[in-house]
């Protein structure tokens, strides 16, 4: 166990002169961050920490600062308030993602935010839940009749072959995709090797996106490129700003929904009484996704945030250029804003959770995520039953990156039988 994992030998800084966290804060939680989180949360719940290494740098902790940070304009998303070497670094790494609205700052966010929001809404995706459904049942369906299985493979494929299906991805093409895509979700830090490789997987995306555009181009129909493409028509966005939509689309739509699947059954499988509650009553679904995404945040932080002048948070000065990071997974379990946020509740309302972001960064894969989640799970109930972990919970194999998500690599599970559909 590393002082990071143990709540007796954690304690909080009071002050940003007293302790700067490490930088393995972020790639280390352990099995239980949320003892870590607490310790931060109390007296000052502004932390500075090493991270990116020799940056300034600092953690918001608490629901109240976080909540009003969302929208403090003194914080900014746009990669041009980073300090110099962080761009060049971006730039060099993966240019492609530079050129979307998670990068970008009112007016241009309100602008790339519009290319989405046509083409993505919450109606939509629900247009989706039939094949969501049978897709679900296909994946089932391929698990063993009883015994063992690592549900994080179902996990991915899910919402990778949905998002996939809406752009218009062919089969054979999908894997390499997704390879290329998780290898962008991470953060590029002082590593050559490293991010020679995100260069790499970089420029492959881009161009089979750039290909994709063009032969949809030629037969628009009633994919979700196909919308991406009218709506650029419609008013004037770049064959960049295109390209990097879409690579945020895919990263949005499919590594978030994979950890809320993961997280959420572990979490399940952890609280039998939930369990019950959920497969005794399926349309508890919506209630018990919400609640998943709250307990066990499948976004630790979030994405980038830099102060675009001198200013404070809670007292605590914070420079120009400074890098600000808001710990989703620390205020979702304040219990300033929860009633005893600790405990896993299904039926929580109101649910105010930052699982997804808030605000106009809010995560644009959400609607679909959602419908996914409420999909996966009851089915995962109903047709394995006598679900439960193989592993002990406290050696979950959770992966420990520098990436602002927080999931499982693995998840072994066992059950009784597979139903039939």
Known sequence: MTALEGEAQV?????????VL?????????????????????????HKINHPPGAEAYVVADYANTLKS?????????VDNAPAWFREQLHDASPVLIKNMLTADPPNHTRLRKLVSRAFTARRMEQLRPRIQEITAELIDELPESGETDLMKLAYRLPMRVICELLGVPDD??????????????????????????????DKIEQYLVDLLAVRRLDLGEDLVSSLIRA???DVFTEEELVSTLVLLIIAGHKTTANLIGNGTQALLRHPDQLALLRDDPSLAGGAVEEFLRYESPVFRGTLRVAAEDMDI?????????????????A??????????????????????????????????APLSRVEGSVVFPELLRRLPGLRLVDDPANLDWIEDN???????????????????
């Not at 304690?11 to 302790?19: K, V």
């Not at 490490?22 to 502004?46: I, K, M, T, Y």
């Not at 219990?335 to 605000?359: K, Y």
């Not at 990436?403 to 559909?421: E, H, I, K, W």
């Open 173 to 202: 093409d999908r894997s390499q995709v997704q390879q290329d895509v998780a290898m962008l979700s991470e953060a590029p830090y002082p590593d050559e090797e490293r991010n020679r490789l995100l260069r790499v997987a970089s």
């Open 70 to 78: 969302f929208s403090d304009p003194r914080l900014s998303k746009r």
């Open 332 to 365: 979702n379990r304040d219990p300033e804003a929860f009633e005893d946020p600790d405990n896993l509740d299904i039926t929580r309302s109101p649910n105010r959770h930052f699982g997804f972001g808030h605000g106009a960064h809010f995560c644009p894969g």
């Open 314 to 330: 809670e007292g605590v000065d914070i420079a120009k250029e400074s890098f600000v990071h808001l710990l989703f997974s620390s």
């Open 403 to 421: 990436s602002t998500s927080r999931g499982l690599r693995s998840l072994r599970v066992a059950y009784d039988q597979r139903l039939p559909r």
């Open 11 to 19: 304690s909080a800084p009071e002050t940003q002169q007293e302790e």
């Open 232 to 234: 650029a028509d419609d």
């Open 22 to 46: 490490p930088p393995e804060f972020f790639n280390e939680p352990g099995q239980n961050p949320h003892s870590w989180n607490a310790a931060l949360r109390a007296g000052c719940p502004v």
